[in-house]
């Protein structure tokens, strides 16, 4: 069963940069689709960004994209969240999970969730 830790969240003053990381356990990182998802507080969790096994192909839900990347590095079964320019609305706990899409419309983890890390932009 692939384990998942998350890190590199913090504070950070609206504007500012974070980058985050995700360290899978197990060998079938490096075939599977990962993606970010977050989840703002009172809320439910959403899609971030996901790439695919080789890193390809990446997806970005409309509210990022131009400021934040997705990347991994598969000889460390790492997956890397880049986020750039953070607004207030970035306050959430971010998670990573392997990616399932429906025509890379919709986006779903498929594994167990990790405990996330979290982020907290001040305005």
Not at 15 to 22: D, E, R
Not at 25 to 39: E, I, N, V
Not at 50 to 66: E, F, I, Q
Not at 94 to 119: A, I, P, Q, S
């Amino acid at each position: 069963q692939v384990q998942l830790v998350e890190s590199g969240g913090g504070l950070v003053q609206a504007g500012g940069s974070l980058k985050l990381s995700c360290v899978a356990s197990g060998d079938t990182f490096s075939k599977a689709s990962m993606g970010w998802f977050r989840q703002p507080p009172g809320k439910e969790r959403e899609f971030v960004a996901a790439t695919t096994w080789s890193g390809s192909r990446s997806d970005y839900t409309d509210s990022v994209k131009g400021r934040f990347t997705i990347s991994r590095d598969n000889d460390k079964n790492t997956l890397y969240l880049q986020m750039n320019n953070l607004k207030a609305d970035g306050t959430a706990i971010y998670f990573c999970n392997e990616v399932g899409t429906r025509d890379f419309h919709t986006f779903y983890g498929m594994g167990d969730w990790g405990k996330g890390t979290l982020v907290a932009v001040s305005s």
